[in-house]
């Protein structure tokens, strides 16, 4: 089992004009991950990125990519995002039909398969891929956009994961919350049992980039 918190910055918050400095940054000043999220304008209210910048991120870290896919289409185009580098893929509950099929298909492909919960979609509709699961992703605010405030009925949505993981038996398992995650608020979700930190806004439009990175390092793993 896993017992290291990890930290993943998410690029949707960073300069894009020279998101590889802003990489570099963040792998220097400890970043366990790269959290990239892909937003088709359909499933999100938002457009982001594809599988050709995922590719072109993956040559200039070593750090694994953890690609978020908030898209409609995931069944068809899962292996774009799987050829482009992806080492954790996470799907939506709410935009997958055949969920189980998918999340076994990523694993078969040897990437880390997650599944992604709204904040309105209960913890308990994932019952049944939860023992193939490598990781839940709990969103903390409704996807689309950065900078949006942590929804507070999540910390009731982790008590409820953590009973899951205890009735299924699956240790290892990891936990992953993105939305609203920051330098207050890191060191509670860590206590809940949160494994993976998802942070955008609290770091790249922080004015000491470094320093906020290595103290939600901190409070994450106290």
Do not use: W
């Amino acid at each position: 089992m896993n017992n290291k918190k990890l930290l993943a910055p998410s690029i949707l918050s960073a300069n894009f004009l020279t998101l590889e400095k802003e990489i570099r940054l963040v792998e220097k000043a400890g970043a366990d991950i790269i959290h990239c999220d892909v937003m088709d304008g359909h499933f999100v209210p938002n457009l982001t990125f594809g599988p050709s910048i995922i590719k072109q991120i993956k040559e200039i870290t070593n750090l694994p990519l953890d690609v978020h896919l908030m898209i409609t289409n995931a069944e068809q185009t899962i292996d774009s995002y799987i050829d482009a580098g992806a080492d954790y893929i996470s799907v939506h509950y709410e935009a997958v039909t055949h969920l189980n099929r998918l999340i076994s298909y990523i694993k078969k492909r040897n990437v880390k398969a997650g599944a992604v919960l709204n904040p309105s979609t209960s913890v308990e509709l994932i019952a049944d891929v939860f023992p193939i699961l490598d990781f839940v992703l709990l969103m903390s605010v409704n996807p689309g956009f950065g900078g949006q405030k942590f929804i507070q009925g999540t910390y009731n949505k982790i008590d409820k994961f953590n009973e899951m993981k205890l009735k299924y038996k699956n240790d290892n398992i990891l936990l992953e919350v993105d939305g609203g995650v920051s330098l207050e608020n890191s060191k509670t979700l860590s206590k809940f049992g949160v494994d993976m930190f998802v942070v955008g806004n609290a770091i790249f439009k922080s004015e000491n980039k470094i320093k906020t990175i290595k103290e939600i390092i901190e409070n994450i793993n106290k």
